[in-house]
Structures are given as structure tokens and as C-alpha cells.
């Protein structure tokens, strides 16, 4: 608690003293700590989910070559165990990621209570459903374009016989 009184006490300075030197209202310096900058936020979160859907890709490719031929039950199952598990990397990942790009947009290592308000921190619920989401999207599509190869490899074979 004593962290937290402090830690008020010098925001309260600095917002004083940052409203003085600027001719504002302290009212208007708090209001401008909560806003972020919608650009930088979303070539963060874009880059990583570009990053992620590649990592998705791979891990498909990897299902489909090695449970395809065990059925649509077992490749399912599969699909569902790891994406459980890459969405809850990509969690970890993710939560990294966005520090690590706040530390270079503000050129310090030290982020303090601002890293609490990390659209990555603020929204992690809705992250995590977004990976599974994207995961089976990547998955579907990695597995109907395997059965379409499949499928046009037996025409072929069977126009050759």
C-alpha cells in the first residue's frame, strides 16, 4: 500500500507540474495518460498475428502430414489439443511482444504501470479466443487444400492407369 501512495503522490506532482508548464488543466494531462496511439497499437497486434498465423500454418501442415490419414476424428482432436496450446503460447508471446515494442516506442526498458495499459494487457480474454480462432481458421483451410490435392492426385493417377 505504501507503493501505491507514493506512486500517486509523484503522478500528482508530475501531472501538476506538467499542466503548469503547458498552460493546462491537470484534468486534461491525466485524461491524455489513459489515450494510446491507435496506430502503433495496431501495427503491434497485426505484426504478431501475422507471426502467429505463420507459426499456425506450420503446426497445420505438421497435423495434416501426420493425422490425415488417421480420419477427420483424430486430425480434430489434434487440431483442438494444439491449439489450446499455441493459443496459450501465443499469450505469453504476445504479452512480450507488445512490452517489448511499448519499451522501444518510449526508449526505456522501464514501463512500470504502463504496461497495465497494453491493449495486450487489457484485452487478454478476447486475444486468446482470437488465436483458437485464427489456429482452426488456418487449420480448415490447410486441411481442404490437402484433401484437394489429395483428390486431384487420385483423378490423375487414375486417368494415367
Do not use: K
Not at 67 to 91: E, K, P
Amino acid at each position: 500500500m505504501e507503493y501505491a501512495r507514493v506512486c500517486d503522490e509523484c503522478m500528482a506532482s508530475l501531472f501538476a507540474a506538467v499542466a503548469r508548464t503547458h498552460s493546462v488543466n491537470i484534468a486534461i494531462v491525466r485524461a491524455h495518460t489513459i489515450q494510446r496511439d491507435i496506430l502503433f497499437d495496431a501495427v503491434v497486434l497485426v505484426s504478431f498475428g501475422a507471426v502467429y498465423v505463420l507459426a499456425g500454418y506450420a503446426i497445420a501442415t505438421f497435423i495434416t502430414r501426420r493425422f490425415a490419414a488417421d480420419g477427420w476424428r483424430v486430425s480434430a482432436i489434434a487440431v483442438i489439443a494444439l491449439s489450446l496450446g499455441t493459443a496459450t503460447a501465443a499469450m505469453m508471446v504476445g504479452d512480450l511482444w507488445s512490452t517489448a515494442a511499448e519499451a522501444l516506442r518510449l526508449g526505456r526498458g522501464h514501463l512500470s504501470y504502463r504496461v497495465e495499459r497494453l491493449p495486450w494487457r487489457q484485452h487478454r480474454g478476447l486475444f486468446f479466443a482470437g488465436s483458437l480462432g485464427l489456429f482452426w481458421v488456418v487449420s480448415i483451410l490447410q486441411f481442404r487444400r490437402a484433401v484437394a490435392r489429395r483428390t486431384s492426385d487420385r483423378v490423375r493417377d487414375n486417368r494415367i492407369d
